[in-house]
Each structure stands twice: as C-alpha cells, then as structure tokens.
Antibody, heavy 128, light 108 residues
Framework: QVQLVESGGGVVQPGRSLRLTCAASGFHFSSYGMYWVRQAPGKGLEWVAG????????DYAEPVKGRATISRDNSKNTLSLQMNSLRVEDTAVYYC?????????????????????WGQGMLVTVSS | DIQMTQSPSSLSASVGDRVTITCRAS??????LNWYQQKPGKAPKLLIYDASSLQSGVPSRFSGSGSGTDFTLTISSLQPEDFADYYCQQSYITPPFTFGQGTRLEIK
C-alpha cells in the first residue's frame, strides 16, 4: 500500500535551517509529482512547494520562495524540503503528498491535479 | 491566483442530518475542484476530485457537485465519524495549489 513517512522535524531557532524528508513506498515514485503542504497551529492548509515527477520543474509558494528548496531522489524514493532562514511563522505541521491526475496546459502549469495520499505530518516549531 | 472561499466557516449538525458545504472560486474553474476531510491530529484525506468523482473507499453518503465558480459537498446522512474539517482545493491551474479556508463540522 502507498505510504509516505516524513522525518526531520523539530524545534529550531529563527534564522536557522531544517531539512524535511519524506520516504515513499508502495508505488512507482518516479511517476508522480509530489508536494509539501503545511498547516500552522489552528489554521488551514497551505501549499508550500511542488516538484514534477522527474524533478524538471519546481514551484514554491510566495511565503517560502528564496528560502525553500524542494528536491527528490527517484533512486531512493525520497522527497526533501530544505528550509533556510526559518521564521516563527514557518511553525506548522508539514505534510508530503502525492499528486494524482494533472495534465499540462503549457510547459509551466498543470490542470486537474489532486493529492490522493498524504504523509502523517511532521511538526516544525520555530522558536527562540 | 485563484481564490477559494468556503461557507460556512463552521457548522453544527446532528447524526443523521443532511449537510451541505459550499465553495466558491474567484473565477471559473470548470469542474476542477477537489474536497478533503481532515480529522483532528490527522492528515487530510481526499474525498472528491473533479467536483463529483468519489475517491476510492469513500462512503457514498459523500457527494460533490457544481461547475464554474460554485461547488457543494453534501453528506447525505451524517455519521459520527464525519465530524471533521473540510477543505476545497482548486486544480484548474496549479501552481499554486489553493485551498479554501476550511469548514469545521461539529456535533450539535
């Protein structure tokens, strides 16, 4: 069965860095786009970053652009999110999720994606 | 970016009730609308994709409808396990992946 398991969360001081990892199993990892979605305490869902199945395209939400790097290793079935210059407002549960569907409408955008499997989430707390 | 607005933000209902949650897009998104359920302390779960397609394993009491800018998620007869938060998400153009702000369904 499909499994996504996040690791790497914890407490980190503002301005420091953190790397989250998502280990995937139970499906052909290299065939699927992958995303990071976060949820601040008591708040809604917020998309953070996404990467195409072959790693050729990466996208970032404005709040993390320039501070986050999403990557994947299709030989190891792992997805990563490197977060630098962390801010208090980055405190959240971070989920990795698999993208299903999605047809290109140009070389930059997709249409029809949905997230059909999610990891259990990993709490990142940014605090001094 | 396409903005998604859900209503109501919270809702109280009883077991057995029929419940409807609404999601409105800031522009037409055809039928590219998905619904997720999230229980406390758990990851979101996909319920409905493409506005009305039921994800495998999701009970048939859940249904989705709508197109263009207005969409609904309906639970035909509330069960105790349905009390949760619900989110819509547009997939007309990604990125960005935009979610609604969520609807909390509580027990009356």
């Amino acid at each position: 069965q499909v499994q996504l398991v996040e690791s790497g969360g914890g407490v980190v001081q503002p301005g420091r860095s953190l790397r989250l990892t998502c280990a995937a199993s139970g499906f052909h990892f290299s065939s699927y786009g992958m995303y990071w979605v976060r949820q601040a305490p008591g708040k809604g869902l917020e998309w953070v970053a996404g990467i195409w199945n072959d790693g050729s395209k990466k996208d970032y939400a404005e709040p993390v652009k320039g501070r986050a790097t999403i990557s994947r290793d299709n030989s190891k079935n792992t997805l990563s999110l490197q977060m630098n210059s962390l801010r208090v407002e980055d405190t959240a549960v971070y989920y990795c999720a698999r993208s299903m569907g999605g047809a290109p409408i140009d070389h930059q955008l997709l249409r029809g994606e949905y997230l059909d499997y999610w990891g259990q989430g990993m709490l990142v707390t940014v605090s001094s | 970016d396409i903005q998604m607005t859900q209503s109501p933000s919270s809702l109280s209902a009883s077991v057995g009730d029929r419940v409807t949650i609404t999601c409105r897009a800031s522009q037409s998104i055809s039928n590219f609308l998905n619904w997720y359920q999230q229980k406390p302390g758990k990851a979101p779960k996909l319920l409905i994709y493409d506005a009305s397609s039921l994800q495998s394993g999701v009970p048939s009491r859940f249904s989705g409808s709508g197109s263009g800018t207005d969409f609904t998620l309906t639970i035909s007869s509330l069960q105790p396990e349905d009390f949760a938060d619900y989110y819509c998400q547009q997939s007309y153009i990604t990125p960005p992946f935009t979610f609604g702000q969520g609807t909390r369904l509580e027990i009356k």
